[in-house]
Nanobody, 130 residues
Framework: QVRLVESGGDLVQAGGSLRLSCKLS????????MGWFRQAPGKEREGVACLSSRDGSASYADSVKGRFTISRVNGENTVYLQMNSLKPEDTARYYCATDFETDPCNSVVGGITVNAIDYWGRGTLVTVSS
């Protein structure tokens, strides 16, 4: 059974940092792309960062470039999102997601709907105070 569990969300002041984790089970991380997404209250879910299933390269939404870093540890079956220089507008519930047929990067930087992705965690809440 495919399962994704996020952790690491917290309340942090603007300018601070957090590292989110996504622990995966039921499949091997080595072979699939991964994405981090977020949804703020009253807004649509949007892509933040991803690792491509084609070549493992990382891509980022313009709003987080230079501040967020996505990484993976295959042996731990875990994906991380390091978030630095946090801003109040980063406040959202953050989700990790994967798909066995579609590259999650298509939904982060490729303009494809997030509804194309099959597997999601329940999210972890990040709140950035000003």
């Amino acid at each position: 059974q495919v399962r994704l569990v996020e952790s690491g969300g917290d309340l942090v002041q603007a300018g601070g940092s957090l590292r989110l984790s996504c622990k995966l089970s039921g499949f091997a991380l080595d072979y699939f792309g991964m994405g981090w997404f977020r949804q703020a209250p009253g807004k649509e879910r949007e892509g933040v960062a991803c690792l491509s299933s084609r070549d493992g390269s990382a891509s980022y939404a313009d709003s987080v470039k230079g501040r967020f870093t996505i990484s993976r540890v295959n042996g731990e079956n875990t994906v991380y999102l390091q978030m630095n220089s946090l801003k109040p507008e980063d406040t959202a519930r953050y989700y990790c997601a994967t798909d066995f047929e579609t590259d999650p990067c298509n939904s982060v930087v490729g303009g494809i709907t997030v509804n194309a992705i099959d597997y999601w965690g329940r999210g972890t809440l990040v709140t950035v105070s000003s």
